[in-house]
């Protein structure tokens, strides 16, 4: 399975990052870079609790962070 993260800007100026991949992965940051930093540590710690627990198995991953404009 691959995970992305995509992100963008709200309106109140915050960005927000998520990972669709894995639902309720999603953070906020003041800027892109500090949103997807929080989302992909999220996401790493989100698939290791679900294999810990046995709720999936572990596979090969691949994170693909898009590069700011």
């Given at each position: 399975?691959?995970?992305s993260?995509?992100?963008?800007?709200?309106?109140?100026?915050?960005?927000l990052?998520?990972?669709?991949q894995?639902?309720g992965v999603?953070?906020?940051?003041a800027?892109?870079?500090?949103a997807?930093?929080?989302t992909e540590?999220?996401?790493?710690?989100?698939m290791?609790?679900?294999?810990?627990?046995?709720?999936?198995?572990?596979?090969?991953?691949?994170?693909?962070?898009?590069l700011?404009a």
């Open positions: 399975m691959q995970f993260i995509e992100y963008e800007q709200e309106v109140d100026g915050r960005w990052a998520e990972v669709p894995l639902p999603m953070c906020y940051g800027t892109p870079d500090e997807m930093i929080k540590a999220l996401a790493l710690r989100t290791a609790e679900r294999i810990e627990s046995l709720e999936s198995r572990p596979v090969p991953i691949h994170l693909t962070l898009p700011a």
